[in-house]
Nanobody, 120 residues
Framework: QVQLVESGGGLVQPGESLRLTCAAT????????IGWYRQAPGKEREFLAS???????RYVDSVKGRFTISRDNAKNTVYLQMTSLTPGDTAVYYC??????????????WGQGTQVTVSA
């Protein structure tokens, strides 16, 4: 059973930084990709960043240059470093791990989420 546990959320002021952590059970390199999503109140969950097992990264345009995804393979942990936070970044942040199986079917695993609130 795959488990993803996020931590590091909290209340910060605009312009500040925060680092989220996602600890996975098992080897994160067994996943085709692992990444971060967020969901703000009244909005759909949106993709933020991901890293493939080969180390390739992808970001949504709105966070490029502000957010950085990284991982520690030895700790089976993925991080999301967030800088220059704005109130628009307020959301519940979710860790995601994905496997692509036979026929291209995608299997997604999710953490429970961690709240990030950016407010003065």
């Amino acid at each position: 059973q795959v488990q993803l546990v996020e931590s590091g959320g909290g209340l910060v002021q605009p312009g500040e930084s925060l680092r989220l952590t996602c600890a996975a059970t098992g080897n994160i390199l067994d996943f085709d990709a692992i990444g971060w999503y967020r969901q703000a109140p009244g909005k759909e969950r949106e993709f933020l960043a991901s890293m493939s097992s080969g180390g390739n990264t992808r970001y949504v345009d709105s966070v490029k240059g502000r957010f950085t995804i990284s991982r520690d393979n030895a700790k089976n942990t993925v991080y999301l470093q967030m800088t220059s936070l704005t109130p628009g970044d307020t959301a519940v942040y979710y860790c995601n791990a994905a496997r692509v199986g036979a026929g291209g079917r995608r299997y997604d695993y999710w953490g429970q989420g961690t709240q990030v609130t950016v407010s003065a």
